[in-house]
């Protein structure tokens, strides 16, 4: 009987513990991810996008892991750049110049390494020179730099920066590099200590999203 006792004592610990592990790995809100301000399903068509600045350290070290990312979710990931200072806001009139000259609708690897370069190169350049080497990052790519581009063009891109700067302030976000996934949940990207655990979250929540609208 004693043994017997035993047997289930050890079955429902093993159970409890595999249940405190399952608790503790699931993304939990306002730790993991958070909610939106407001919605923005609306302008956001993809599923899952990154909000970045060309002028931020760490979207640098994230540009690394992207294609990491997208393939720990099985899916593309879109890309938002903010507008919420004057760096940023210059930043993204040249992010988007170069998306709206991809095939793709966002700048390729060897792209986005070129931009991030420029704006990340060691020693004090000016101005100037800074706007020069980004000029020249296009030239080398056979693309037009947005001093260059056509009134229709300016129009276009115009747009796109606007429609950014709509996003970012809607959903209020004032932090980056994070992911924004089906345009209501925010990942908490320090709340993570590594890759894999930013990539669970994302997969969390566009399966959460997708169950509620089942």
Same mark, same amino acid.
């Given at each position: ?44 068509? %993809? ?10 350290? #760490?979207?640098? @070290? ?26 940023? @806001? ?10 709206? %000259? ?6 390729? @690897? ?7 370069? =420029?704006? #990340?190169?060691?020693?004090?350049? +000016? ?22 581009? +056509? ?8 747009? %796109?920066? #606007? ?17 924004? =996934? ?33």
């Amino acid at each position: 009987m004693k043994k017997i006792i035993k047997t289930f004592s050890l079955l429902f610990a093993s159970l409890f513990l595999l249940t405190a592990c399952s608790d503790n790995q699931t993304p939990q809100l306002n730790t993991h991810y958070s909610e939106l301000a407001n919605d923005v399903s609306d302008l956001v068509t %993809q599923p899952v996008v990154e909000v970045f600045s060309l002028t931020c350290g #760490h979207c640098l @070290q994230m540009e690394k892991f992207i294609p990491e990312i997208e393939e720990g979710i099985g899916q593309p990931i879109g890309k938002i750049h903010v507008t919420f200072n004057e760096s940023a @806001q210059a930043a993204a009139l040249f992010y988007y110049a170069a998306a709206m %000259q991809s095939p793709s609708g966002k700048p390729d @690897q060897g792209m986005m390494t070129a931009l991030f370069n =420029v704006y #990340h190169a060691s020693g004090d350049l +000016s101005k100037e020179q800074t706007q020069q080497n980004l000029v020249s990052a296009f030239q080398a790519r056979g693309m037009t730099s947005p001093y260059e581009l +056509s009134e229709a063009q300016q129009q276009q891109l115009f747009s %796109q920066v #606007h429609k950014a700067q709509q996003i970012t302030g809607k959903a209020m976000i004032n932090s980056v590099p994070t992911f924004v =996934v089906n345009g209501k949940y925010m990942v908490i990207t320090s709340a993570h200590n590594d890759l894999p655990s930013i990539i669970s979250t994302i997969n969390y929540l566009v399966k959460k999203d997708n169950a509620n609208n089942v």
